[in-house]
């Protein structure tokens, strides 16, 4: 089996231009290789760089030094160079991200969000919003919220549509920040199926799991993301 994701000796760092362009290093020379169907947990100290590499996989950071390769399409793009319109077409069709918090659009309500994805790659909308509603109601969203934008939804509520979202389009690639940090327990239990279920289809998963009975669950091993004072 061949790898789907692998980052190549990523640096990154952050300037301040605002106070006299302070230069803060994040990452420095992490390499890290994620093959189909493995969760990898993403550990390390708060403040560590956890986030800064989710962001950086997804290309939403630039990489100061490094490559960020994905098999996209049959091809192996380097994401840290990628041109924005190719950018686009990685996360329409292989690269996901659940953020811990939805970006709630105006007037659209919850079930097309979720179908969005798969709309977007050219899923006939009945089908999209199908399985969009079934992603929800296993999700625990009753029926009666589906019409409703979710910007007065509660924070669990919200991270679920996000969730619903993310697994919608079966990604081969799939970034997960938090999913559980707003669920109750029975909530992580059905997360914690979706997420085997998108490993078993081959997924590859990279996450951040505060939530040690989630990580040991679904985790296949843990990539330790040292604080830079320590890795020097
Ligand atoms: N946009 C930014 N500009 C400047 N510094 C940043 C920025 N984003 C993150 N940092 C700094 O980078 C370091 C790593 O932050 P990051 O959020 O990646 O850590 P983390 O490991 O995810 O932490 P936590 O577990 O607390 O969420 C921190 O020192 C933070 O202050």
């Not at 081969?172 to 997420?195: F, H, K, M, W, Y």
Request: hydrophobic share 45%.
């Amino acid at each position: 089996m061949t790898w789907v994701l692998k980052a190549e000796n990523l640096s990154k760092d952050f300037r301040l231009h605002l106070q006299g362009g302070v230069r803060i290093p994040v990452l420095d020379d992490v390499s890290l290789t994620v093959m189909p169907g493995e969760c990898v947990a993403l550990a390390g100290p708060s403040g560590a760089g956890k986030s800064t590499l989710m962001r950086c996989l997804y290309g939403n950071y630039g990489a100061g030094a490094g490559r960020i390769l994905i098999r996209h399409g049959g091809e192996v793009v380097d994401l840290a160079t990628a041109d924005p319109r190719l950018v686009r077409a990685i996360r329409r069709d292989t690269l996901g991200y659940v953020s811990q918090f939805l970006r709630v659009i105006p007037r659209i309500g919850a079930l097309d969000i979720v179908a969005e994805p798969l709309t977007a790659r050219g899923v006939t909308p009945d089908a999209a919003r199908a399985r969009a509603r079934d992603l929800l109601l296993r999700l625990n969203l009753p029926e009666r919220l589906h019409g409703l934008p979710p910007a007065t939804f509660s924070g669990g509520e919200q991270q679920r549509i996000n969730l619903a979202r993310g697994f919608a389009a079966d990604y081969p690639v799939l970034l997960l920040d938090e999913p559980t940090a707003s669920l109750d327990a029975a909530n992580r239990q059905v997360v914690i199926g979706v997420i085997e279920e998108a490993k078993a289809r081959g997924a590859a998963l990279i996450g951040i799991f505060h939530d040690t009975e989630v990580r040991d669950r679904i985790a296949d091993r843990i990539f330790d993301v040292a604080p830079i004072q320590d890795a020097a």
